[in-house]
């Protein structure tokens, strides 16, 4: 056994920070793939009363899905900004990805409020119940997401400006943020369109 | 040789924490191997409560129709052992042993993520302490309409609904009170502290092994960590929504679980038991790795055929995932399902089968030193094998139908929980012993622990197989005279308070022996992995100079050669060697960077329980206490700078 | 039975190494001993051995456990004694040599990585036969229905239109299917001499099949943690012979009789009218209404051996407790404490004594 090399060792050669960011959106797929999971087989089966389709409104939420995803494009500019090491652009473009997921929360809340003045509550049946939780629960990770911008964007404002190293770090919240722009996709899918 | 840690000068509002001895060096450490020993002693106590809890329940159940507790007090006891048992005493004694040998064995200055690994631990802490103030402030009683002849009383007003809080009898309706609140918020906290320190096993795993250290010349205790990790991060968030759901059903009026809005409660069994399962291996493949590591080393033998256990160790896990309706043979599913789900099991004793086999082709041939820590290994084997095959006799479903929910079911777990997981688990207390304290314990305590512990173990556990066949049923507060059940009840109440016994010898052998054991010696066992080529106790920093590996065992080989019979021949240069080794450990070279000690772990850990009481009280006063403490803790994280240089005199 | 025990006592010397005493004492004079205690305690019949079955359902599943077990003591006898073989030979002794460095042998593990496969192929077989076996419906059963409650069970036979409670009474030598559901929570039939366990789920019907060789008295219990009082959801199964099963068909289908004069039996009538009983409790000819009552049908009380979930002999001193504080008896019961005084009590249990 010798010695004498220096710490830190990346067998991988990935950046362990980012490598724990992923490994955390693996488990992030178990939670939502329980909760699609359930919410398909309570879709699927045959409890009389209000369901979704009865208060859906398909093409509003395609403009706020749309406006979503807008925002993971909004996300790699800040992103190609940063490795050009503009400053002032990667802010500009992470208000806009802040701004559009606050966008689509706003769209979330108005669509909740509809909702439940057509009568279709949380406790109303199975039905709703699986649609609030699993969509809320997808709400709280956007919400997460834009608090982690407008932190990162803060940040920012400092004179030492962002960089791509360091703890809280722009590819560490970019990809939790196209994450959670995927699995809208899938859930817009799944809750909406199916 | 003095240390200086210098405290930022950098912009944070907060002072940096400095101290290095006291209460506060502990609260604010981030260092892995103080992690490991608070996570143990945290586990140790939870695992006194539990074993009294269990005194409790023998008492109760060593007379036919006693009334030593009231039916709540029963059932209450019964839910808090096995909760507790369970995610209070082995997995957090398992993440003791994970966090304290992990970077040691590859090789590593610490985990991928210290100051996650303490907020882990923390949340561990406060998660504990919240599920256990339902004694304090939890509620239960009759079912919506029923009566009780007398108070439930502080005993009784634990949860009540079972660790495994079957839908719709720990529902609202049918649980009323705070209690099964507790357990649900309880076990979601202290599931986010086990998926934290998944993410960070993993991550250091993958990522921190010293150079040399390829996947297949790990130890086997850090594959089995691994394998652990990777269960946790892919069960918990099942059992998480699960939880979220039950608690939506309890406070806020949802129906997932309950058959009157469309709910099912079979679907909270699929999903408990989908983790459930699984989770039986986060218990007991530590104990697999613990007692590879210590059959080769006092065989004097390589471990016999590594990479089958290895492989062996994930295919356990990885079937482990496709068993879970086992749980559920006497349950609403088809006789499809059930044949299914037998075969899968089966299936599972195969591998389980190779790492037995593999161990005793360990042992054969070897040159075996009997102290304690072996003798627990042993004991490991043989008292698993038992389990494994009432294991067995499970996945014969017809058979199960008999069997599951009595007493049989009670002793097969105990086997490989008790049997398998803690036998396992002592086993390693004693062996890692002198690299944590640096001193050697009591070998005579230790041997009259393990007997003792031997004896009252197959006492207590072996009549409950004839119990169960007899038609004990589980979770029966009383069983009628003519059951004829007693005398197998009073033998096993007298090996539960036999097992107390050798707790206490066990105790006092700890105490004593640390802190008047004789000296470790740099290697006491003549060891084979990393951590033993570092001194005892281990020093902050773990390894001076990081270490290269060139081969599996590689502590070994630089102390053995081989001649051409095969066998072990002691290199001349070896005693050299551990003197040098030793000398370098204790004196570092170059400057360390060492993760520094931080408050905001436990700051941010501190905001949980109080959104669990927001949840329970549905208070908002409480939910901004909280929300406040995790931005507090979240904002000072996030901005505090992450590590700062050690600086070293080694000119002493 | 004994090998059974001999396991466990087996294992408490797996790793004896510290001295012949030890090993003495457990091998040999507890051995002999704790043997005839066992066997002492074998001889009693435990009425919920599940080990004694006593129709062919029951029976198919002892096979196939036996010969699992059986299988698994051999495993058990090849291990345990490779442990113990291996610690007694290459226990460290002053000359031992140091061993030869064995990594593995491909061939060997392969071998024991084979061999139990064959085995579980072995079992596998007569394992999935036995599940269907058990599932499928049998020809000419008679049809019970078994609904749970919090903490006992309802039986209904929709062929004869009879409900009762915590006795099911079934035909000796013929099939009995089991519809079940339960009412409240999740409950587990268990008849441990007829049937292995079956689930009892809100909103779900479950099957089980039972068949008793001939008449007799069976425990029953319920298997799964069911809230409070679990522990006291029993029951009894009485298969009667043919003659037997027509003659209780027929009684029961009879109503009680309305009593008059002034009996203290009459005056229990009016108790059971006026104290509040009628709230929860049906006696069919008495008190008759609609649908079902949440408490279980009395109308032919005095007909069960047994009550309260069949936690209780049905006798003067059991009633007059139960009645007294029902809740005393069964934590969480549904049945309030009526206050009823002592004569009132008395009155109940002479009319109840009637209701056969």
């Known amino acids: ?194 | 040789m003095t240390k200086i840690i210098e405290p930022s000068k950098q912009s944070s509002i907060f002072r940096r924490p400095s101290s290095e001895t006291g209460i506060w060096s502990w609260i604010t450490t981030v260092d892995h191997k103080r992690i490991g020993i608070m996570y143990g002693y945290a586990a140790f106590f939870f695992l006194l409560i539990g074993g009294l809890e269990a005194l409790i329940l023998r008492i109760q159940l060593s007379q036919p129709d006693n009334n030593f507790l009231t039916a709540a007090e029963y059932n209450a006891m019964f839910t808090m052992h096995g909760t507790t048992m369970i995610f209070l005493a082995i997995m957090p004694i398992s993440a003791a042993f994970f966090n304290y040998l992990l970077p040691l064995q590859i090789g590593a200055r610490d985990v991928a993520f210290p100051r996650l690994n303490a907020l882990s631990f923390w949340i561990f802490i406060f998660g504990g302490a919240f599920l256990y103030s339902t004694f304090i402030f939890g509620t239960a009683g009759a079912p919506e309409g029923g009566y009780l002849a007398e108070e439930v009383g502080w005993l009784g007003s634990a949860p009540n609904g079972g660790w495994f809080g079957y839908q719709p009898n720990a529902g609202m309706k049918y649980s009323p009170g705070t209690a099964m609140d507790y357990w649900a918020i309880g076990l979601q906290i202290l599931g986010i502290a086990s998926l934290i320190s998944a993410f960070n096993f993993i991550t250091t795993i993958i990522n921190m092994r010293t150079e040399g250290m390829r996947f297949m010349r790990m130890p086997v205790f850090t594959w089995m960590t691994f394998a652990v990790s990777f269960l946790l991060a892919f069960s918990l968030p099942i059992i998480a929504i699960a939880l979220f759901y039950v608690t939506f059903d309890r406070k806020f009026g949802t129906t997932f679980f309950l058959t009157e809005g469309g709910g099912d409660p079979i679907l909270w069994q699929h999903l408990f038991w989908l983790f459930g399962h699984p989770e039986v291996y986060i218990l007991i493949l530590p104990a697999f790795g613990i007692v590879s590591e210590v059959l080769p080393t006092f065989s004097r033998k390589p471990l016999f055929g590594y990479a089958a256990i290895v492989f062996a160790g994930f295919g356990i896990a990885f079937i482990g995932f496709g068993v879970w309706a086992h749980h559920m043979f006497a349950s609403a599913i088809s006789p499809v399902a059930q044949a299914g789900f037998g075969l899968s099991t089966m299936v599972i004793a195969v591998p389980t089968g190779v790492k037995i086999f593999n161990w005793l082709g360990t042992i054969w041939g070897g040159k075996l030193k009997l102290n304690t820590p072996m003798l627990f290994s042993l004991g490991f084997i043989g008292m698993f094998v038992i389990g494994g095959l009432s294991g067995v006799t499970h996945s014969i479903v017809p058979a199960d139908t008999q069997q599951t929910d009595t007493y049989y079911v009670v002793a097969h777990f105990h086997y490989v929980l008790f049997g398998g997981a803690l036998f396992g688990i002592f086993s390693g207390l004693y062996y890692w012993f002198p690299k944590v304290w640096g001193k050697m314990y009591n070998e005579s305590l230790g041997k009259i622990h393990f007997w003792l512990m031997m004896i009252g173990f197959n006492l207590t556990f072996g009549p409950m197989h004839w119990l169960g066949l007899q038609g004990q049923v589980r979770r029966t507060w009383v069983y009628a005279e003519e059951t004829n059940l007693q005398f197998w009840n009073i033998i096993v109440t007298v090996g539960a308070f036999i097992i107390a016994l050798s707790i206490i010898v066990f105790m006092i052998n700890w105490i004593f022996s640390k802190r008047n054991g004789e000296k470790a010696p740099f290697d006491p066992w003549d060891a084979r992995t990393l951590e033993w080529a570092i001194p005892s106790p281990t020093p902050v920093w773990n390894f001076s100079t990081a270490p290269i590996v060139k081969s599996l065992d590689d502590f070994w080989h630089t102390k053995y050669s081989e001649d051409e019979e095969g066998r072990a021949v002691r290199r001349e240069e070896a005693d050299q060697i551990l003197l040098e080794l030793e000398e370098d450990g204790l004196n570092p070279s170059e400057h360390i960077a060492l993760p520094n000690p931080s408050y905001f772990p436990i700051v941010l850990a501190s905001g949980l329980p109080f959104l669990g009481y927001a949840v329970i009280y549905k208070s908002i006063p409480l939910a901004l206490i909280g929300t406040v403490l995790l931005l507090i803790g979240g904002f000072g994280w996030g901005t505090e700078p992450l590590e700062e240089e050690i600086h070293i005199d080694s000119d002493e | 039975m004994i090998t059974l025990y001999t396991i466990s006592t087996l294992s408490l010397i797996v790793v004896d190494n510290i001295n012949m005493l030890v090993k003495n004492i457990f091998k040999l004079k507890n051995l002999r001993f704790l043997a005839l205690v066992f066997l002492s305690a074998c001889i009693e019949n435990a009425p919920l051995d599940s080990l004694s079955p006593e129709g062919p359902y029951a029976r198919s599943i002892d096979e196939l456990f036996w010969l699992t077990f059986w299988i698994a003591v051999v495993i058990f006898l090849i291990v345990q004694g490779a442990l113990l073989l291996s610690v007694f030979v290459f226990k460290e002794k002053p000359d031992s040599p140091e061993p030869k460095q064995i990594h593995g042998n491909t061939k060997l593990e392969i071998l024991w990585t084979v061999i139990p496969v064959i085995i579980l192929a072995v079992i596998a077989v007569p394992t999935v036969r036995t599940i269907f076996d058990l599932a499928n419906e049998p020809k000419d059963a008679l049809k019970i229905e078994v609904i749970g409650h919090q903490w006992w069970f309802e039986y209904k036979y929709p062929d004869y239109d009879i409900t009762t409670a915590n006795v099911l009474v079934i035909p000796a030598d013929r099939p009995v299917r089991l519809e079940m559901w339960s009412n409240d929570v999740l409950h587990n039939y268990w008849v441990p001499k007829l049937n292995g366990k079956r689930y009892l789920v809100p909103g779900q019907t479950t099957y089980l099949n039972l068949h008793a060789d001939s008449p007799d008295e069976f425990w029953a219990q319920c298997g799964e943690y069911c809230g409070l009082s679990h522990s006291k959801m029993r029951g009894r199964v009485l298969s009667l012979s043919e003659n037997d099963f027509e003659a209780w068909v027929k009684n029961q289908q009879q109503n009680a009789n309305k009593l008059e004069g002034n009996s203290l039996a009459a005056e229990g009538q009016q108790v059971y009218l006026n104290a509040g009983c009628t709230q929860c409790h049906v006696i069919d000819g008495v008190w008759d209404v609609q649908g079902d009552r949440i408490a279980p049908n009395l109308t032919h009380f005095a007909n069960r051996n047994v009550f309260a979930g069949a936690a209780l002999y049905n006798n003067r001193e059991n009633l007059s407790k139960w009645l007294a504080n029902p809740a005393e008896i069964k934590p969480g019961t549904f049945m309030p404490n009526l206050e009823l005084t002592e004569a009132e009590i008395n009155a109940l249990i002479a009319y109840l004594g009637t209701l056969k």
């Open chain 1, 1 to 194: 056994m010798s010695s004498s090399h220096s710490y830190p060792h990346e067998p991988t050669g990935v950046e362990t920070r980012k490598l724990g960011m992923w490994v955390f959106l693996s488990t992030e797929i178990l939670f939502f793939g329980t909760l699609i999971t359930t919410f398909m087989i309570f879709k699927g089966s045959d409890f009389p009363g209000m369901k979704l389709t009865d208060v859906y409104d398909i093409p509003f939420t395609s403009i706020s899905s749309f406006i979503l995803l807008m925002s993971s494009l909004t996300m790699v500019l800040a992103h190609n900004a940063l490795e050009a090491n503009d400053q002032e652009k990667t802010r500009v473009w992470l208000l806009a990805t802040a701004m559009l997921g606050a966008v689509f929360l706003a769209g979330q809340i108005y669509e909740f409020t509809e909702f439940y003045h057509k009568g279709f509550e949380l406790t109303t049946n199975i039905f709703s119940s699986s649609f609030y939780v699993l969509t809320g629960f997808h709400g709280l990770h956007v919400f997460i997401g834009v608090v982690l911008l407008l932190a990162l964007w803060g940040i920012g404002q400092r004179q030492k400006g962002l960089t791509l190293e360091g703890g809280m770090n722009l590819e560490f919240v970019a990809l939790y943020w196209h994450f959670v722009d995927i699995v809208w996709i899938v859930l817009f899918t799944v809750v909406y369109l199916i």
